[in-house]
């Protein structure tokens, strides 16, 4: 166990930051980040309460923003629910082991988390639970650790209690409107009016510029990748030599198969000379041909196998692949993609679009790039393909595939990423409004 002597100058100092945060945002990450340096812990999870009391994952720690779809934090966020049950001292921390959660969850502790967890309550003075904090690390949480923490938090749920009294109740507002009442009328007649002026609906993802015409580059065999003859990104004509499987193995089995057939063959005339008077040799006769024809077989297998090491471009493009020194000297199986060989001149943007986020699309829609590289100039593109069925994106988030062909003439090359602004059918104002709360109405009571 570490030494737990209070580090007063650490404790105040940290008080002292927590006073001066701007706001809530910089709060949660004081409190992720840095409560580390008066009590150790490997990884720190902060919640707020939102409007109507519910915790709301705020900060990670050592993360700079926290997505709430990501397995991690759906199951982090599983876990804050299940602990929020009502207890004897709500403002008392809690030392967590995997024991300590619902069955169902005890399998992502393993994979999450190391072995001990504390829950922290972020309690005000009058009681009201603002959030919580839960830390985790590899020791055992002592009873030094406990007393700090809970004074430091004290100070922290002070902090964000103020932040949330900065900001006028809804009747304080109303009681601010009731002396205007007589223009609220007619600012709510052009409010429902404009409810229904018709806009384009569109939806911001991650995007990335591909060839839409481009052929993977497989193992044709099992073996070891031993030299690369085109450098990444290199344009390669039709016929020229791309990359070598190591031929030691097979060329071995080549000689091998070659002695084999001798011996076969020696067999099978020895046999056939002696057929002529011996009626057992005529019997073997026919079984030593066919091991004959077996080791023909097996000889022009391994030859063939030997032709299919050097592998060439099939047509001019581009080789795309990584580091060289990732591929070279690593086992590979038969079919395993290892390269692509696209045409420069056929380029289209690959969007991923969030479940949560998607929109109907229809072959045709106009989209938007805007690359990091260039974020002035954005590219034009047309929606060619979209994917029915959501899978995980690169980033670990369910997301629907969507497909568009560039229409720009800013060159551009294979592997540039940004955002792309994709767009849908007109739609009324209230229904761009609305859309995302009725979605999750719907999800959460099934109207």
């Known amino acids: 166990m570490t030494d737990l002597a209070l580090n007063w100058s650490v404790l105040v100092g940290l008080q002292q930051r927590a006073l001066e945060a701007a706001d809530a945002n910089e709060l949660a990450f004081l409190i992720a980040n840095e409560t580390w340096h008066l009590v150790p812990y490997r ?101 030094a650790d406990l007393s700090v923490l809970q004074l430091l938090h ?13 900001r006028p109740t809804l009747a304080e ?41 481009a052929e993977v580059v497989a193992a044709p065999a099992d073996g070891v990748v031993q030299h690369f003859h085109a450098l990444p990104n290199q344009a390669v004509t039709q016929g020229q030599l791309l990359f070598s499987l190591d031929d030691t193995t097979l060329r071995n089995r080549l000689d091998i198969a070659r002695e084999a057939l001798e011996v076969a063959l020696t067999d099978a005339l020895t046999a056939q000379q002696k057929a002529f008077d011996n009626a057992q040799s005529k019997a ?22 030997l032709s299919r090491v050097d592998v060439v471009a099939a047509h001019d493009g581009v080789f795309i692949y990584g580091d060289p020194n990732d591929w070279i000297g690593k086992p590979v199986v038969t079919g395993e993609r290892i390269a692509q060989l696209a045409e420069p001149g056929d380029l289209g943007v690959l969007v991923w679009v969030p479940v949560d986020d998607a929109i109907a699309l229809q072959a045709g829609a106009a989209m938007r790039v805007y690359l990091q590289v260039s974020p002035l100039q954005p590219l034009t593109a047309e929606l060619i393909q979209t994917s029915y069925q959501a899978i995980l994106s690169p980033q670990g988030v369910a997301s629907y595939r969507i497909r568009g062909r560039l229409e720009s003439k800013t060159p551009v090359h294979i592997g540039l990423r940004g955002v792309a602004k994709v767009y849908g059918d007109p739609q009324p104002l209230i229904y761009l409004i609305m859309r995302r709360p009725l979605g999750v109405l719907r999800q959460r009571i099934g109207l």
């Not at 073997?284 to 196998?305: D, M, T």
Request: with cysteine; charged share 20%.
């Open 173 to 213: 507002r109303w009681q601010a409107l009731r002396g205007r009442s007589w223009w609220l009328g007619l600012l709510g007649l052009i409010l429902v009016g404009a409810m229904f002026i018709p806009v384009r609906v569109s939806v911001l993802a991650p995007a990335e510029i591909i060839a839409l015409k």
């Open 154 to 166: 004290q100070q922290y749920a002070h902090c964000l209690a103020a932040f949330k009294r900065s």
């Open 284 to 305: 073997e006769l026919a079984s030593l041909q066919g091991l004959v024809r077996e080791k023909q077989a097996e000889l022009e297998y391994v030859n063939e196998l």
């Open 43 to 143: 990884q720190a999870v902060v919640f707020f309460n939102d409007t109507f009391g519910r915790p709301r994952l705020k900060v990670v720690s050592a993360l700079v923003s926290a997505i709430e779809s990501t397995p991690f934090t759906l199951w982090v966020g599983q876990v804050c629910g299940a602990l929020g049950a009502p207890t004897a001292d709500p403002a008392a921390a809690r030392v967590l082991t995997a024991r300590d959660l619902p069955a169902p969850l005890r399998e992502g502790w393993a994979e999450w988390w190391p072995p001990y967890a504390l829950y922290q309550p972020l309690m005000t003075a009058a009681g009201r639970r603002l959030g919580v904090v839960i830390y985790a690390r590899d020791e055992s949480w002592g009873e």
